[in-house]
């Protein structure tokens, strides 16, 4: 395939070589692209991502970090960070983390994480407004095979996160977060249905009360 001569499908998994969707993934055209690779399939979304995602993705990275600092857990976060399984699998969350021992295993100067060389990251997040079914779907699917251990979607529509334990290469709805022991997904949920009639700093002022009662 040339992408030079074929106008590439965005917003929707695609059936390709990995050789041609590294191809595509790397002209320069596509570099502010998200790219996804599964199963023999390429998914590749482009900006502009409106205010709402902008700003649910702003607030799920900053609870998890309040979070963290409270409970004094470990964590190092990836914004938009490429993990690659050469040949099988590319993803590119729009938030990630590793948690807990790991937290430490990706030293700087590290470009693209090689899952060949380094595990999986323990939490993947999703903001989804228009990409609610794939992210339910098909990189569940991604996930699972790729065996993170947490896997949230932060649905923008319904003001709620849908969050999955990753097992066994499969995945179940939980409430309460097995990789942040002692955050309730509820908590999470409240804190956003908030940011619809206060601004951000308010909203952490609450989170923060939140989990220092725990």
């Not at 702003?58 to 409970?71: D, G, Q, R």
């Not at 649905?155 to 939980?174: C, K, M």
């Not at 951000?200 to 923060?208: D, M, S």
Request: glycine fraction near 6%; include cysteine; charged fraction near 20%.
């Amino acid at each position: 395939m040339n992408e030079t001569q074929t106008q590439i499908p965005t917003d929707t998994w695609v059936t390709i070589t990995w050789d041609e969707y590294i191809q595509i993934i790397e002209n320069p055209a596509y570099e502010k692209a998200k790219g996804y690779y599964h199963d023999g399939r390429m998914r590749i979304e482009m900006p502009p991502v409106g205010n709402d995602h902008a700003s649910d993705h702003t607030v799920v990275i900053s609870a998890v970090a309040l979070f963290s600092a409270v409970k004094n857990i470990n964590l190092d976060g990836k914004d938009n960070c490429t993990y690659r399984k050469i040949g099988f699998d590319d993803c590119q969350p729009d938030a990630s983390y590793y948690i807990g021992d790991s937290a430490s295993v990706v030293p700087y100067g590290t470009s693209i994480i090689n899952l060949d060389i380094y595990p999986p990251p323990t939490l993947v997040i999703e903001v989804a407004k228009s990409s609610l079914s794939d992210d339910k779907g098909e990189k569940r699917i991604l996930y699972e095979a790729l065996g993170v251990a947490e896997y949230w979607i932060v649905d923008v529509q319904n003001v709620q996160i849908i969050a999955f334990a990753i097992e066994n290469g499969g995945s179940r709805r939980i409430n309460q977060s097995q990789v942040l022991p002692g955050l309730a997904i509820s908590v999470l949920n409240e804190a956003f249905q908030r940011t619809r009639r206060m601004n951000q700093g308010q909203v952490y002022t609450w989170l923060l009360s939140q989990f220092q009662a725990l």
